[in-house]
């Protein structure tokens, strides 16, 4: 657990924290908070420990400190976990005898989350080239291919749907950084792993078919949002079809469904009746509250027994999660 600490010097250099010499009855308390009090910003779970100074008072002079009203130490010093998300009025109140004087500040408490960007050496090392038939997720090492995050504890794995001999082909989640816009041209297997446009980072994530991320077993965390675009290979068929699929450009859909483990789903139409996803979009995905599986499916109007005849895939990036 963090701890976020706090001393709030007081003016005097004479003074010590706890002043009790040359004291008469009838003084009033003085607390020193000093300007930091103004903007105390810290994170949920974390600890805030507050030391004001204080100025004529003694060993009879009593302490009260109250968060949202609530009477919750009766210490000199106060040490609090911060709880959920939000504003909190903290008050401190000293006292001598009949005489009392308060202070109060807001702390503002933020969600404690972390983004997944795929950025570092660990990940460029699971960038395989060629995009189609490369030695990490075609060759024999293609049955072990999977990433988890240190951070958010995020992982993923192939499907392995026909026994894994096929590797990415079966499904699964790969690392990339190909950027092409050539939708016209490259809209084709073989550069499975591009997007039309960057979304400003280097690396980011691309699914194929019906495929899954996870936390460790018996986790569950909120996913706040991740980011989506669609794929070079998967737009240009969208949008021009390739003689399999026909074009969604004036009608038509194509849908991806994002399913939790708790039986929450949430669509996200990539094409609906002229209206084409082309780039980056933020995807909200608190809807689906603490997830330990989120699955991939994707579906749409032009369909043959084996599903939508449009291309399965599509990327994320920026995935922020509740810690």
Known sequence: MK?????????????AVITSCSK????????????????LTIAEG???TLTPGYIYVDENTTYKWFV???LISSTPTLQWTAPAAGQYEIVIEVANGD???QKSFVVTVVENTATLTFEGASWNALIDSPQYNGTLLYGDNAYNYGWVDQ???????????????????EGGVAISNYIDANITEHATYEYQLAVPESNGSQNFAVVYCDASIYFPEGASRVIKSMDISP???????????????????????????ITADNGQSLDVDLARDGNILRTWKTIDLTSLGAVNTLTFTMDGSDRSEYGTKH?????????????
């Open 231 to 257: 794929t070079t290979y998967e737009l240009g068929v969208v949008l021009n079809g390739d003689g399999y699929a026909a074009s969604l450009a004036e009608s038509g859909n194509l849908t991806l469904t």
């Open 99 to 101: 005489i009392a004087v």
């Open 68 to 70: 949202n009203g609530q």
């Open 3 to 15: 701890k976020y600490l706090v001393s709030f010097a007081i003016l005097a250099m004479s003074m």
């Open 46 to 48: 974390e600890t805030l």
């Open 311 to 323: 291309p399965k895939y599509f990327a994320f990036d920026n995935v922020v999660v509740k810690l």
């Open 24 to 39: 008469d009855e009838d003084e009033t308390p003085v607390i020193e908070l000093g300007a930091a009090a103004d903007n």
């Open 151 to 169: 951070t958010t504890a995020l992982a993923s794995v192939l499907t392995k749907a026909w026994g894994g001999t096929y590797g990415y082909s």
